[in-house]
């Protein structure tokens, strides 16, 4: 056996355990009955020792730093993104003590409960020091990884490879700066829009069976996949061939199962288009947590709240629910699915305010790790910045600073990756348009199977072959270019605005 067969065989093992380990967080969140939480975790525990164990063996370690040194032309280009890929992850488990790892875990499990009682009385001091104890270990973690400049960038290379927090800052303040800017302009327009019709009775079972035929349009292969209920909808996939989503179906919202589930399609079909030969090994996912954003919001919004999109879909719809819709015209329909009003609650902001969300959380993030701010003063700059951007405050801290569990379980520097998805998904959407100059029309007659095709041929199927920069070049010809979103904006939302 060859060096590289043997680093292999080991990835495929690694990949296994990780695809076991996600089946059962899979069914933990769709199918497990109460009981079954504390067996649960120790089972997950377990199965996480035997990963890390196998990831940190000094005989990977060897293969690992062998194969790393080995001239170009000993592997090929792909197998060389393979060792760089276990390499990466490796480093990253071998560098963070075990010691650490655990506090951080413990400091996570106690801090998500802590978060949850603090947004209950929606008081931030009885958060603040366990918010202070995850930003000071997580300032550990980074000086073990290492970086360069701010440790921020340690932390913001775990979701998004490469990502620095100078280019993220460049890019989000002009994305900013234009946001609020149409902002203001939507809001001073003559035309107002609201969500009522869709806060009419959407019969739940009609809903979810409207979600699967989309799916099946967007070619979400039903055979390698499976769509549950969850409170949270989310996309796990435990191989090419076992993709699965979920969604949530509310009777008083009609557009956010269909929505979350072609968010999920979007994310899913990005796993189910990963070439077979690339499965089980270190590639065999998507490349970043912003590229898989791309995905999703590509679906979702500059598709799923199109006219065109709709033009081929909403005779359906209508008929679906003719209770709710039978008096509503497409034109009010798609109003109404693509209202701009500025939000407290991330989570339900429009396509327009919610890149202001993430900035002003990378703003802050940024601050924190930068020593330019402290966990004590979050709550003012918080509004302040609220305030700044979107023009509103929140009278509660569990409105405002307090309402997202993230940054209770340590999750800093994942955030940005939202926004990235925006960014990118604009900047594929307009090469999309230059290689389809018939987009809408394809859009228009159902087709969207060519544009899964597309996304197959140019992004998915190379899982992380590329790195994200790598491959937003690749496929569009240059680096991330923050224009391609705030043009897109001004553009649908200016004609949907009457500006
Ligand atoms: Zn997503």
Redesign the pocket.
């Known amino acids: 056996m060859t060096a590289m067969e043997d680093l292999i065989e080991r990835a495929q093992e690694l990949a296994d355990i990780g695809a076991a380990s996600a089946v059962l967080a899979w069914d933990q969140e769709t199918m497990m009955p109460a009981k079954a939480i504390a067996s649960r975790a120790f089972q997950l525990a377990t199965l996480q020792g035997i990963y890390h164990e196998r990831l940190t063996h000094p005989a990977t370690g060897d293969l690992v730093a062998r194969l790393s040194d080995a001239p170009p032309s000993v592997l090929s280009a792909t197998e060389r993104a393979m060792v760089r890929e276990l390499k990466r992850e490796r480093d990253r488990a071998v560098k963070v003590p075990t010691e650490l790892v655990k506090r951080v875990a413990e400091a996570a499990s106690r801090g998500i409960e802590i978060w949850r009682h603090a947004r209950e009385i929606s008081d931030f001091g009885a958060f603040q020091p366990a918010l202070s104890e995850m930003v000071e270990l997580k300032k550990q973690v980074a000086d073990c990884v290492g970086y360069e400049g701010t440790p921020y960038n340690a932390l913001l290379d775990e979701y998004e490879p490469g990502l620095t927090q100078t280019q993220t800052a460049e890019v989000f303040a002009g994305l900013r700066v234009h946001t609020v800017r149409l902002l203001g302009d939507l809001q001073s327009s003559f035309r107002s829009h609201d969500r009522a019709i869709l806060e009419r009775r959407y019969d739940p079972d009609r809903q979810l069976s409207f979600t699967v035929d989309v799916l099946k349009s967007m070619g979400y292969d039903f055979q390698a996949g499976r769509q549950d209920l969850s409170t949270h909808p989310?996309?796990t996939s435990f191989h090419p061939q076992d993709v699965r989503i979920t969604t949530r179906v509310q009777e008083r919202d009609g557009a956010s199962a269909l929505m979350g589930s072609i968010?999920?399609g979007?994310?899913a079909l990005y796993e189910q288009g990963i070439a077979l030969a690339l499965a089980r090994t270190p590639l065999g996912s998507g490349t970043s947590?912003g590229i898989?954003?791309s995905?999703?919001?590509l679906w979702?919004n500059f598709v799923g709240r199109s006219d065109p999109f709709w033009e081929y879909f909403y005779p359906q719809f209508k008929s679906a629910f003719p209770d709710a819709l039978g008096d509503v015209e497409r034109d009010d329909f798609l109003r109404a699915l693509n209202v701009v009003s500025p939000s407290l609650i991330r989570v339900e902001a429009d396509e327009v305010t919610y890149n202001l969300h993430i900035i002003l959380r990378f703003e802050i993030e940024s601050m924190l790790f930068g020593n330019d701010a402290r966990v004590a003063d979050l709550p003012d700059i918080w509004n302040t910045k609220m305030r700044d951007y979107l023009g509103i405050v929140p009278t509660t801290a569990a409105d405002g600073v307090l309402q997202d569990i993230h940054w209770s379980f340590g999750a800093l520097g994942y955030f940005p990756t939202?926004a990235l998805?925006n960014l990118y998904a604009a900047q594929l959407y307009a090469t999309l348009r230059k290689q389809f100059p018939d987009f809408d029309d394809r859009l228009r007659s159902g087709d969207l199977v060519f544009l899964r095709e597309w996304l197959r041929d140019n992004i998915h199927q190379f899982g992380r072959t590329y790195t994200a920069s790598e491959l937003i070049v690749r496929v569009t010809g240059e680096p991330l270019n923050p224009t391609y979103l705030t043009t897109y904006l001004r553009t649908k939302y200016g004609e949907l605005y009457g500006l």
């Open positions: 989310f996309t968010h999920e979007g994310h947590l898989h954003e995905q999703s919001r979702e939202y998805g």
